[in-house]
């Protein structure tokens, strides 16, 4: 298994539709995130969790919704997209600050169209 | 704002040479620095990390770090032409476990 697994690997959705992203990390970490990386755009960091706590929203629109059941699960809720919102989606785990790790390591990302 | 600036490139170097990639940051308060290398398509791995002030080897890649003038290099001796892929630049955010990335770094090497 690799470290960081996330599925779907593509995903079509309207802008009316529900969706939901899964990440799983089999590292040991204690730290999640949620990134998002558009085309000519730096990764943009949305989400963090340490020890299933939301430590970090980056202003990011409540159509996107994130949840963390536990240390080594990860989801990104989706609804009412628009379709500037078409990006690859990429999760990371990390030890974390209290780890003494800050290296993040990369799922293979979740490629979004919004139609 | 905290911000990683990176040379968007594209940077075409040929087979055997070094390449040069630069970085530099506005955070003063950033303590860790992370090179990813990101080819087409794929996501972004972690290639090399460093912490203090001076070089850090591994095999043909070398970080250098200047806290001073704020900037980060990767060099990559002896390049291939497995080693073309975007080449992305991280900085922690002063105290923080966030991860503030540049746009990276294209580099094409040429046989």
């Known amino acids: 298994e690799t470290g960081v697994t996330q599925t779907p690997r593509h995903l079509v959705m309207g802008m009316t539709n529900k969706k939901s992203l899964k990440c799983e990390q089999h590292?040991?970490?204690?730290?999640m995130y949620w990134y998002k990386q558009s085309a000519k755009k730096p990764l943009e960091l949305m989400f963090v969790?340490?020890?299933?706590?939301?430590?970090e929203n980056n202003s990011v629109p409540s159509r996107f919704s994130p949840e963390c059941p536990n240390s080594s699960h990860l989801f990104l809720h989706l609804h009412t997209l628009q379709p500037e919102d078409s990006a690859l989606y990429l999760c990371?785990?990390?030890?974390?600050?209290?780890?003494?790790?800050?290296?993040?390591?990369f799922g293979q990302g979740t490629r979004l169209t919004v139609v | 704002q905290k911000e990683v600036e990176q040379n968007s490139g594209p940077l075409s170097v040929p087979e055997g040479a070094i390449a040069s990639l630069n970085c530099t940051y506005s955070d003063r308060g950033s303590q860790s620095f992370f090179w990813y290398r990101q080819y087409s398509g794929k996501s972004p791995e972690l290639i090399m990390f460093?912490?203090?002030?001076g070089d850090k080897e591994d095999g043909r890649f070398t970080a250098q770090l200047n806290k001073a003038s704020q900037y980060v290099s990767l060099l990559i001796r002896d390049s291939q032409p497995s080693d073309s892929a975007t080449y992305l630049c991280a900085g922690t955010q002063g105290g923080s476990e966030k991860l503030v990335f540049g746009k990276g770094t294209k580099l094409t090497v040429n046989p």
């Open positions: 969790y340490n020890f299933k706590e939301q430590t």
């Open positions: 990371a785990s990390s030890q974390g600050p209290r780890g003494g790790g800050t290296e993040a390591f």
């Open positions: 590292l040991g970490h204690n730290a």
């Open positions: 460093i912490y203090s002030n």
